[in-house]
């Protein structure tokens, strides 16, 4: 890609580790995102109000940067209809047998100095590297 | 005390999608800039990161160091610390598909926003990929008023 934009890259990163500090400080709990999802998929009674919300949150944080920036929204899916079905279901049920993701594992998990989540984020970092190598540069 | 935390955790989540957003990650493009290291690498991911853990690691020793959080009872934090396969396996299909598309769950969640049919397919196939995992390790819905329910150890 070659657009690298390390401001705009820490800003973002600021926030979204605000995000993970406000989820701890208020509700006493790891701002992961698929064991939110996950929650609401497979959901005990009385759970769903705060987990629905936070994930109502996201797109609207999405929304509010869209509206103010302007133009096209910065998302572009390169990957296939079909490899995007199964990078789909890889992505969901790979998170919650591995219990967590990027934020789950990598941020909150890392912020915990966890070694299950350390452990974590070198396994799927390192997997989705040589994904990338793979279907780029060798298929 | 529902009602607050509801509010808050929607508050999270807003700051949350504005982090993802103003970062560029939200754009599958870009992930995939940071992960294809022996392409043109793009190391915005690294400074995003960088800057998260920059405020959660040391907030998240501050506010454990208090008794408990501001409108609950408790922390709720994983327990578990064994290094076991589900956690490497699940870790690495999680890699694979992280991979070949470039969302990984929040991302994915926070640009359903742009209505585009590949973001809506992805995140569909994602619930119906937690849902399998729900299935197949025997987690069950639970359910109002019904038998299975009741029975439920949990």
């Known amino acids: 890609m070659g657009d690298f934009t390390p401001v705009n890259g820490l800003i973002g990163g600021l926030l979204i580790g605000l995000a993970v500090a406000l989820m701890l400080l208020l509700n006493g709990r790891i701002a992961g995102v698929s064991g939110i999802v996950g929650g609401l998929v497979n959901s005990k009674a009385g759970d769903t109000g705060w987990r629905a919300a936070f994930v109502i949150g996201l797109p609207l944080g999405a929304l509010a940067y869209i509206l103010v920036a302007g133009g096209p929204a910065p998302v572009d899916v390169l990957a296939s209809p079909p490899a995007i079905l199964i990078g789909g279901l890889l992505v969901g049920f790979g998170t919650r047998m591995g219990s967590g993701c990027t934020s789950g594992h990598g941020l909150c998990g890392l912020a915990l100095l966890s070694r299950r989540s350390v452990v974590a984020t070198a396994v799927f970092f390192g997997l989705a590297m040589v994904t990338v190598f793979l279907t780029r540069h060798v298929f | ?154």
Request: aromatic content about 8%.
């Open chain 2, 1 to 154: 005390m529902a009602v607050p935390r509801i509010f808050a955790a929607l508050g999270c989540g807003f700051i949350f999608g504005l982090g993802l957003a103003i970062s560029g990650m939200m754009n599958p493009a870009r992930v995939i800039g940071f992960l294809d290291v022996t392409g043109s690498w793009d190391p915005t991911l690294a400074f995003v990161m960088g800057g998260a853990l920059l405020v959660a690691v040391p907030a998240y020793r501050l506010i454990l160091g208090r008794g408990h959080p501001a409108l609950a009872s408790g922390f709720s934090l994983p327990a578990n610390t064994r290094l076991d396969t589900s956690l490497i396996l699940g870790s690495a299909l999680f890699g694979v598909g992280w991979g070949l598309v470039g969302f990984c769950p929040g991302p994915a969640v926070a640009a359903v926003v742009t209505g585009l049919p590949a973001v809506l397919g992805f995140v569909a196939s994602m619930v119906t990929g937690m849902a399998l995992h729900a299935w197949i390790s025997g987690e069950r819905p639970v359910r109002k008023g019904s038998s299975d329910a009741a029975s439920d150890p949990r």
